[in-house]
């Protein structure tokens, strides 16, 4: 099987620094898979370790290449692994070092030493090839395209939150952020029986797009605090502290607020009396875990329509652009680097 010693790459250097390079692929080990890229989505972390050489708390300190929502092809496999060539993929990058209690136990998104690709200083997946563990590559169905493919991950992300939001049948939910996970946020609702799924956002081309995927109704919050109250489950997309204390006064007694948006480091103003008085709980969402079947499982059959979230693709030449698209135009969902195109 073909197996290069060295791939091109989307390469950070810092903030605004994008450059294309060679760089060496390291050898296959018996349970590795090596995967030719199709189509690698943009998220908000690549965007701002674009923009400001780091995302959260975790910064850029040495060069790094982005991109960790793939999908791809099969081209070379190590010699334990059962995978012919030419195999139809989706790569979960982050997958735990699988060996510690906490990944033993089932969450190993939560690996006190796990790694995530494209989350510096690990390399990501802006390239043509990307060397993956076995266990991190899931095969696809012929009803899901490659450069569709590279949204389950962002789709496992929603399947994780709206597990983690204990969404039932019948619920009144509610949507905070109408972004690429706050609108596949509430198509999983939908798909799990939600009976109502509100979206609110300030943005009102992200809102027409997220009542044309279904959502029941959405809000502009703009300028007024969303005037709701009943809600079941608030799932918080947005990363605004100031959603998540308008979207907890919406929830009924003993309801469910759920954090998915990347959350600042020290919040103030949390209600912490009126979530005690009316017993609601509060509840975190980071990555996922075991979520990638379900998430491949509910885009191949429709139940989640991945096709209308993306709305832009660029060659690799391009990342920088792709990078920089979802701010110049915010009518942008969900766009994609597709390694094997050329710049024209």
């Known amino acids: 099987m073909f197996a290069p010693d060295s791939t091109r790459a989307a390469v950070l250097h810092g903030p ?50 982005l991109g960790h929502e793939t999908a791809g092809t099969v081209t070379a496999t190590g010699s334990g692994v059962a995978l012919e060539a030419g195999t139809r993929v989706a790569v979960e990058p982050a997958v735990g070092c699988g060996t510690c209690p906490t990944c033993r136990s089932g969450r190993y998104n939560l690996c006190p ?20 563990p076995r266990r991190a590559v899931h095969p696809l169905p012929d009803a899901i395209p490659l450069e569709v493919g590279a949204l389950i991950e962002p789709l496992a992300v929603a399947v994780w939150a709206v597990r983690r939001a204990e969404v039932e049948l019948g619920d009144r939910v509610l949507v905070t952020g109408a972004g690429p996970i706050g609108i596949l946020v509430m198509q999983v609702a939908r798909a799990a029986g939600a009976a109502e799924v509100i979206v609110t956002d300030v943005n009102d081309a992200r809102l027409a797009q997220a009542r044309a ?15 709701l109250t009943g809600v079941d489950r608030l799932l918080e997309c947005s990363a605004h502290p100031a959603a998540l204390w308008q979207g907890l006064h ?36 980071f990555r996922y875990a075991h ?28 990342a920088a652009d792709a990078l920089r698209a979802p701010v110049k135009d915010p009518s942008h969902l969900k766009v994609v680097v597709r390694p094997g195109d050329r710049a024209v």
Do not use: K
């Open 113 to 132: 030493v796990g790694v995530c690709l494209g989350s510096p200083p690990t390399d990501g997946t802006f390239a043509e090839y990307v060397i993956a």
């Open 250 to 285: 919406t929830l009924r007694p003993a309801g469910r607020a759920t954090v998915v948006g990347q959350a600042a480091p020290s919040v103030d103003g949390l209600p912490l009396a009126h979530l005690q008085r009316w017993e609601i709980e509060l509840a975190t969402a």
């Open 16 to 65: 605004g620094d994008l450059r294309i390079e060679d760089i060496p692929l390291r050898a296959l080990g018996p349970d590795d898979v090596l995967v030719t890229v199709d189509a690698v989505g943009v998220c908000g972390s690549d965007m701002h370790y674009f923009a400001d050489g780091r995302n959260g708390q975790n910064v850029l300190r040495q060069p790094t290449v």
């Open 213 to 227: 995927l279904g959502a029941s109704a959405v809000l502009n919050t703009a300028d007024r605090a969303p005037e």
């Open 291 to 318: 979520a990638f079947p379900t998430a491949i499982a509910m885009a191949a059959d429709g139940r989640v329509d991945l096709a209308r979230v993306l709305t832009g693709r660029f060659p690799l030449d391009d």
